[in-house]
């Protein structure tokens, strides 16, 4: 696979808290996985609202399953963490897939 250069534009701040995690080291492995991340959620989010589209809103018990196969697998949900940025584990989604998109 090859690589690609570009020129990129970050928030001081963002930028700051950036060198503080990594300190001299190579930022381009950090920042091409989150992109990949990133990238890979956005594809997620777009299977289930096809998903969705075709069959309808998951109903709260679907994703209360969810949750819960996604707390035993050990994936935590980011938007809940802490002031720390430590994770709190995942609350039961009470909103379609799509309506949580939105918030998004």
């Known amino acids: 696979m090859g690589v690609v250069k570009r020129s990129v534009s970050f928030e001081a701040g963002v930028w700051d808290d950036l060198e503080r995690e990594v300190g001299s080291g190579p930022v381009s492995p950090l920042v091409n996985d989150a992109l990949a991340m990133y990238l890979r959620r956005q594809r997620g989010l777009a299977a289930v609202a096809s998903y969705e589209g075709e069959h309808g809103p998951f109903t709260d018990a679907e994703l209360a399953e969810a949750d819960s196969l996604l707390d ?9 963490a802490d002031v720390a940025g430590k994770p709190r584990k995942r ?9 949580r998109r939105r918030r998004s």
């Open 72 to 80: 035993a697998a050990g994936v935590l949900d980011l938007r809940t």
């Open 91 to 99: 609350a039961v989604a009470k909103k379609s897939a799509a309506a």
